[in-house]
């Protein structure tokens, strides 16, 4: 079983980055996914989540992520994305995702997202 995120990187203020976490060893749709978010300064918080895909597939988000971070499936591809866009200095940070079901739970390594000019 295994979370392999990718696709962050330094951008701007105002750009873009979309992270992908691929799952392995289990089907990605049958479980809860979700992308937190850590700085040194600040405990791990949640960003985005989309329930698992028999339950409906509802998302949620972070007030301060609203309307700018998208979570989405690719269920073919047992992948889950973040689309974020506007992005902000205060969007720094390494960004994990979760699979979670039935009280298991898997995390991935993390990605590091740093927005700067």
């Known amino acids: 079983v295994q979370l392999v995120e990718s696709g962050g990187g330094s951008v701007q203020p105002g750009g873009s980055l979309r992270l992908s976490c691929a799952a392995s060893?289990?089907?990605?749709?049958?479980?809860?996914m979700s992308w937190y978010r850590q700085t040194p300064e600040k405990e791990r918080e949640l960003v985005a989540a989309a329930a698992s895909t028999s339950a409906g597939g509802t998302t949620n988000y972070a007030r301060s992520v609203k309307g700018r971070f998208t979570i989405s499936r690719d269920n073919a591809k047992n992948t889950v994305y973040l689309q974020m866009n506007s992005l902000k200095p205060e969007d720094t940070a390494v960004y994990y995702c979760r699979a979670h079901r039935f009280g298991h739970e898997y995390w991935g390594q993390g990605t590091q997202v740093t927005v700067s000019s």
């Open positions: 060893g289990f089907t990605s749709s049958n479980y809860g």
